[in-house]
C-alpha cells in the first residue's frame, strides 16, 4: 500500500492554506486599488467637466449684460448679420455647439448657424424646459436631444432684461460628445468606463454608446410619462441595461453583461447629475496567479532550505549523540582498562608473591624452629630455676616473633590492593622494604647483597606500594639472572639532578640480549619459558611512567644488566 509520510502532508496542507490566505487577501487588495483607481478617476473626471460646464455657463450670462443684443432683442435695432456673426465668433472661441437668442414667444432671432443648412432661425423652442425657467427668471443648465439634430447636449440659458422685464432668452448647447471622445483630457485608464447619470435615472452621457439615454434602473410609468412631457428625449423611449449590484469588503460592485466593476459616484457641481467611473475586476481571479506562482516559488525554496537545515541539524545532533557516545564508550573503555589494569598489578603483585613463596616459607620456618627450640629451653631452666638464662631465652624469642610479624605485615602491605597516591617518599626507607621482601629469594639464589649508600633525605614523588612493586620486580629478575652465575652481586647507585633522582639497579648476571633490548618492556613477552608470564616488566614500565617517570634497561660494559629508573624528587621540582 502506497503511504505518503506526515510531513508531506503537512507541508502540502499548509501550502494550500497560504494560498486560500494569500489569493483572499489578494483579492481585497485587488479590489481596494480598484476602488482607489475608480475614487480618482472620478474626482478627475468631475473637475474636469464642472470647470467646462462653469466655463460654458458663464457665456450666457455674459451675453445677457450686452448692450448690443439688448437693444437688439427689445427690437431697437436690426443688425441681424452683426449679431449673428457675433454669436458665431464666440461660439467657435468657447467651442460650444450653438448660440441662439430666442424672443418671448420662444422663437429663435439670432444664431451662431444661422449660415448652416440645419440654422435655428425661425424655429420656436417655446416648449423647452429651459426656456420657460430661464424665462421665469432662473439660470438653467439642461439635458435634451436636439429637436433637429438629435444629438444630446447640455443647454445653458438665462433671461435677457431691459428695464426689469425679460424681454428674451439666451441659450447655448454643448454636445456631450465633446466630453466623450476626448478620453485623455477625462483622464480614464483602459478598461474602465464612466457615465453621467441625470436625476430622472437616464444616462446622459458615456464612452460606452449602448449604455446612452437607457438607464440601469427600472423606470417606472410614472417616471416615463414625466419623460414624455418634457419631451427631452423627443420620443426616444430609455431601455432598461440589466445591471446586478453587490458589496464586497464594503466595496459596491456592479455586474454588466457578465463584466465585474469597482464602481465610483460623485454629483457635479453645476448640473444636477452624477458622474460614475467603472473600473474592470473581472479578471481579479486571474490576477492572483503571479501572486500564487511567487508564493509556491518561495514556499518550495523556503521549504528546500528548512528541510537542508533540519538535516544539517538532524546530522548535528546526531553527531553529538555519537560523539558523545562515543566519549562514553571511551570512558568506559578505560574505566575497564583501568580494573583490568589494577587486575594485572595485583596479578602481578601475587605472583611475584608466590615465585618468593618458597623463600618467604623458609625465613618464617626458620625463626619458628628456632622459637620452638628456645621454648623447649625456657621450660628446662624454669624446672631448674635459672630465670637469669631463662628471661635471656624469652628476649630472643620475643625477637624472632617480631621478626616473623615484620615479614608477615611486609606481605600484607605489600600484597593488598591500593589507588594511586603520589607523595614524596625517603627513597632509602622505600628500598629497604623491597629488600626484605625479596630476602629470601635472593637468600635462596645465594646473592651478595650490596646495602645502598646514600642520604636519608633524598625523596621520590611515588605511590610507595606500587614504587615497591617495582623494585621487588626488578630485584626479584636479577636475582634469578644470576642463579647460575659465577658471581652473584646486587648493588645500588643513586644519582640527583634537577629536580630528579636515578636510581639504578645492577646485577652481575649474563645480561639481556641484544635483540631482545627493544621488547623487554612489552606485555608477555618473558625469557622464562614456563614460569613467567611475561607482564612484570611491562607493568613496572606502566607504573613508573604513571609517575611521570622513566624505567630503561642497559647491559654493562663489564657484564650483567642495569636498571635505571628516573623519578622526580618532589612535586614542586615536577612542575617547575
Known sequence: MFFIPKKIIFAFLLLLLLLTVTFWFGRIHDLEQAKKQADQQVSQLNNYIDNELARFAAIPQLLTNNNLLIRFTNNEEEHYSAINNYLADIQKASGASDIYILNTQGEVVASSNWQADYTFLGSNFSFRPYFKQAF?????????????????????????????????????????????????????????HFYLQLADN??????????????????????????????????????????QQF?????????????????????????NAQMSVL??????????????????????????????????????????????SLEQKVIERTQALEKAQTALVQSAKLATIGQLSAGI?????????????????????????????????LVIIEGLVERVHKI?????????????????????????????????????DDISVIPPQFEQNITVLVDSLKFEQVLVNVITNASQAMSNCATRQLSFEVECFDGRVKLSILDTGSGIEHHTLGSIFEPFYS?????GLGLGLSISKQIIDSFDGR??????????????????????????
Open 136 to 192: 421665469a427668471g432662473e439660470k438653467v443648465a439642461y439635458f435634451a436631444l436636439g429637436q433637429r439634430s438629435k444629438e444630446r447636449g447640455l443647454y445653458f440659458s438665462q433671461a435677457i432684461y431691459h428695464e426689469g422685464k425679460a424681454i428674451g432668452v439666451v441659450a447655448l448647447k454643448v454636445n456631450v460628445a465633446k466630453f466623450e471622445d476626448d478620453r485623455s483630457l477625462l483622464n480614464t485608464a483602459a478598461g474602465s
Open 202 to 243: 437616464v444616462i446622459a452621457m458615456s464612452d460606452e454608446p449602448n449604455w446612452r439615454l437607457n438607464s440601469f434602473q427600472e423606470l417606472d410609468i410614472a417616471a416615463r410619462r414625466e419623460i414624455n412631457q418634457r419631451r427631452a428625449y423627443l420620443d426616444y423611449q430609455p431601455g432598461l441595461i440589466p445591471l
Open 247 to 271: 458589496n464586497s469588503q464594503d466595496i459596491t460592485q456592479f455586474k454588466i453583461a457578465k463584466r465585474l466593476y469597482v464602481v465610483a459616484s460623485k454629483p457635479l457641481k453645476h448640473f
Open 279 to 324: 473600473v474592470d475586476v473581472s479578471n481579479i481571479a486571474a490576477m492572483q496567479l503571479p501572486r500564487l506562482l511567487w508564493l509556491m516559488i518561495f514556499y518550495c525554496v523556503f521549504i528546500f532550505i528548512v528541510y537542508s537545515l533540519l538535516a544539517r541539524f538532524a546530522g548535528y545532533k546526531k553527531l553529538l549523540y555519537s560523539r558523545h
Open 361 to 393: 616459607n623458609h625465613e618464617i620456618n626458620q625463626p619458628l624452629c628456632a622459637m620452638n627450640a628456645y621454648l623447649a629451653s625456657a621450660k628446662i631452666l624454669l624446672n631448674k630455676g635459672k630465670l637469669t638464662a631463662l628471661n635471656e631465652n
Open 408 to 444: 608477615v605485615a611486609q606481605l600484607k602491605h605489600f600484597s593488598k590492593p591500593s589507588k594511586m597516591q603520589l607523595r614524596p617518599h625517603p627513597l632509602s626507607a622505600l628500598l629497604n622494604n623491597a629488600l626484605m621482601i625479596t630476602h629470601s629469594q635472593l637468600k635462596q
Open 527 to 531: 625469557t622464562k619459558s614456563s614460569t
Open 551 to 576: 624505567l630503561s634497561a642497559h647491559n654493562r660494559p663489564e657484564g650483567g644488566a642495569q636498571f635505571i629508573i628516573c623519578l622526580w624528587s618532589t612535586a614542586e621540582s615536577q612542575h617547575d
